[in-house]
Antibody, heavy 119, light 107 residues
């Protein structure tokens, strides 16, 4: 059974940092593109970042470029999102999701982890 | 970025109703249009990819159609578990963008 389990969400002050993790099981992790998608409270979905299977190719939404860094450890079947210089508008549930390709549908989703940026 | 607009924002329907949701792109996305279902407090779930490809395990009462800029998701006979919010997403052009969602509520 495919499982994606996010962790690391917390309450953090503006300007602070946080690292999210997403552990994967039930599929060959290294062959899948991985993404982070977020959803602000009561709002829609926003793609945040994507990383290729090897980890060399990364992509970011303009809203997070220069502040967030996506990475992966294929030996640990885990993808990370390092979030720096956090802003109130980064408050959201963060989901990790698999993709067959860099620009494709988001096929499998984790349950999400909540990030709240507030003083 | 390609803007995705869904209509209506919400609708009220009864079990057994035929429901049609619409998604419009600000420019052509060819057939690279995907639909997701999100139940309250849950993660989104991919229902349909590439306009009309039903994902494994998704009931056949769900159907997708369209091309270019105009797409529809149809639920042929609404079931109790279908009351949820539905999002479209274009995967034609970077960055991927989502519609704002259509909430299907109990009438």
């Amino acid at each position: 059974e495919v499982q994606l389990l996010e962790s690391g969400g917390a309450l953090v002050q503006p300007g602070g940092s946080l690292r999210l993790s997403c552990g994967a099981s039930g599929f060959t992790f290294s062959t899948y593109v991985m993404s982070w998608v977020r959803q602000a409270p009561g709002k829609g979905l926003e793609w945040v970042s994507t990383i290729g299977g090897s980890g060399f190719n990364t992509y970011y939404a303009d809203s997070v470029k220069g502040r967030f860094t996506i990475s992966r450890d294929n030996s640990e079947n885990t993808v990370y999102l390092q979030m720096n210089s956090l802003r109130a508008e980064d408050t959201a549930v963060y989901y990790c999701a698999t993709r067959v390709s860099v620009e494709g549908s988001f096929d499998m989703w984790g349950q999400g982890t909540m990030v709240t940026v507030s003083s | 970025d390609i803007q995705m607009t869904q209509s209506p924002s919400s609708l009220s329907a009864s079990v057994g109703d035929r429901v049609t949701l619409t998604c419009r792109a600000s420019q052509s996305v060819s057939y690279y249009l995907n639909w997701y279902q999100q139940r309250p407090g849950k993660a989104p779930k991919l229902l349909i990819s590439d306009t009309s490809r039903l994902q494994s395990g998704v009931p056949s009462r769900f159907g997708g159609s369209g091309s270019g800029t105009d797409f529809t998701l149809t639920i042929s006979s609404l079931q109790p578990e279908d009351f949820a919010t539905y999002f479209c997403q274009q995967s034609s052009s970077f960055p991927s963008t989502f519609g704002q969602g259509t909430k299907v509520e109990v009438k």
